[in-house]
């Protein structure tokens, strides 16, 4: 009765890394927003609305007073409107307000002027650690290593029935006969995929912001 209890995990095993290639694929082309908190999604909103109403009518006191309040008074105002008037959130705004509570320049939890060097700009991303804005976009090779990972699973999963009538007799890969070992492996990547899906997300919000301050802080 265990070993049908393995098989279902094992199956499982295998929809459950489906389903993380459909979510990482959704949440960079359709949920990027979901990712953020009430709080950020309604700071998203007024921003975007007011550096809509700022860009088509010069006018920016309120878009000034909205962005002082949400990213602090020290934030460049400039860069602000730049991020929250793309017309894509995803693009700049939505990484700014995920993450602006680790910039750092030159120190300090704002900026008051321009930044002329990318280099003055940190991120904190621990206590102890502390690096510049990256400057290469990894999110092709951390999606890829997603997709090999849902292969494996499901090659894995099909070794674990095929070993029923045809045991692999190779010394060095005889652990496939046994489905408890294929089952943890299985776990094991979708668990991996878990790890870099949530650091591709981290990763790409970074370079984001990397190319706002390149771009738009000149």
């Given at each position: 009765m265990l070993i049908y209890?393995?098989?279902?995990?094992?199956?499982?095993?295998?929809?459950?890394?489906?389903?993380?290639?459909?979510?990482?694929?959704?949440?960079?082309?359709?949920?990027?927003?979901?990712?953020?908190?009430?709080?950020?999604?309604?700071?998203?909103?007024?921003?975007?609305?007011?550096?809509?109403?700022?860009?088509?009518?010069q006018g920016r006191a309120d878009f000034d007073r909205a962005a002082t309040s949400t990213l602090g008074a020290d934030f460049n105002r400039d860069i602000a409107l730049a991020a929250f008037a793309e017309e894509e959130e995803g693009c700049y705004a939505i990484?700014?307000?995920?993450?602006?509570?680790?910039?750092?320049f030159n120190g300090e939890s704002g900026v008051n002027k321009r930044i002329s060097n990318m280099s003055h700009i940190k991120v904190q991303h621990l206590p102890f650690l502390k690096t510049t804005l990256p400057r290469i976009?990894?999110?092709?090779?951390?999606?890829?290593?997603?997709?090999?990972?849902?292969?494996l699973v499901q090659l894995l999963?099909?070794?674990?029935v095929y070993?029923?009538?045809?045991?692999?007799?190779?010394?060095?890969?005889?652990?496939?006969?046994?489905p408890w070992a294929v089952m943890l492996l299985i776990y094991a990547f979708i668990f991996t995929s878990l790890l870099i899906s949530t650091f591709d997300r981290y990763m790409h919000d970074l370079y984001q912001l990397g190319k706002l301050f390149k771009t738009k802080a000149v």
């Open positions: 209890l393995v098989f279902l995990m094992i199956f499982v095993g295998v929809t459950i890394a489906f389903y993380q290639v459909y979510e990482i694929h959704y949440n960079i082309n359709i949920g990027n927003d979901k990712k953020l908190s009430n709080a950020d999604k309604s700071h998203l909103k007024a921003l975007s609305e007011q550096a809509k109403i700022a860009t088509q009518t990484p700014l307000l995920r993450r602006k509570a680790q910039l750092r976009n990894m999110r092709a090779a951390l999606i890829t290593l997603v997709i090999l990972n849902c292969f999963a099909a070794m674990s070993t029923i009538s045809y045991p692999v007799s190779i010394a060095w890969l005889a652990w496939l006969n046994d």
